[in-house]
């Protein structure tokens, strides 16, 4: 179902149901002139029918904001339960059973949808602030996520040198020990350096590629004492 089609089912939903309402109090009031009694119940009525169907229009879930959504819907579809028991509850008090005042059951009424109002404004205060520690999150880790796994294969390359490089081997070894244990942090300092980590790396795995075809390199060990400065600068960062 395209999004037009999902939408368009949606309105005729609402409206059937808004239809079967309008049916329903025509049938059952006919053409007598309404009390303030049955004004307070209709208008109770058909706000529990459009707060019902809130959830409907705006909070379709997807499965780019899947983890965002859940906590707007949850709060949201409790608010509507609340509300839809506390508005029936207040109808019945006031209607059949006389127990609260006209005056008395609109006031409490308006108290219900505006303490729904501002369940409604939290849920989707809920939904923005996990949505920014989200990418927040990601954005912490955007070069983290890759630095190690590169380590881990350059680490390979590094044990089949000959012993021509073994300093550099031996040092190596030592970085990629200290990779391990890099931890995400704020600010862009810890992405500048994790991306000048990440380039150095693809360097030095371009250079275990061409020893290992055959070809001799003097750029290995400097390459490597500027990676272990980078680790050494990024582990001294600390949130």
């Not at 990601?138 to 630095?147: F, G, S, W």
């Not at 300092?189 to 150095?200: P, Q, T, V």
């Not at 400097?222 to 680790?231: C, G, I, M, N």
Request: charged residues 15%; hydrophobic residues 50%.
């Amino acid at each position: 179902m395209t999004k037009n089609q999902s939408l368009f089912s949606r309105f005729l939903l609402f409206f059937a149901g808004a239809g079967i309402g309008a049916l329903i109090f025509f049938l059952t009031t006919g053409n007598r002139e309404l009390t303030r009694t049955d004004t307070f119940m209709w208008i109770s009525i058909a706000l529990m029918y459009l707060v019902f169907f809130l959830p409907f229009f705006f909070s379709a879930i997807t499965i780019s904001n899947f983890s965002v959504k859940i906590p707007r819907l949850s709060l949201i579809w409790s608010g509507i339960l609340l509300y839809i028991i506390c508005s029936t509850v207040i109808i019945l008090l006031h209607v059949p059973f006389s127990l609260i005042s006209f005056n008395a059951a609109v006031i409490v009424q308006a108290i219900v949808l505006f303490l729904f109002f501002i369940i409604v404004y939290f849920a989707f205060l809920t939904s923005s602030h996990v949505s920014s520690v989200a990418a927040e999150e990601a954005d912490k880790q955007q070069y983290l996520n890759r630095i190690k796994p590169k380590a881990q294969s350059l680490s390979l390359s590094v044990d089949k040198l000959s012993s021509e490089y073994g300093n550099a081997q031996k040092m190596l070894k030592q970085i990629f020990d200290d990779i391990n244990y890099i931890y995400p942090v704020n600010g862009s300092a810890g992405s500048e350096l994790e991306l000048k980590i990440f380039n150095s790396l693809d360097s030095l795995s371009k250079l275990c590629d061409n020893i290992l075809s055959g070809s001799h390199t003097a750029d290995l060990a400097p390459e490597a004492e500027k990676l272990q400065r980078f680790v050494n600068e990024r582990k001294m960062l600390r949130n």
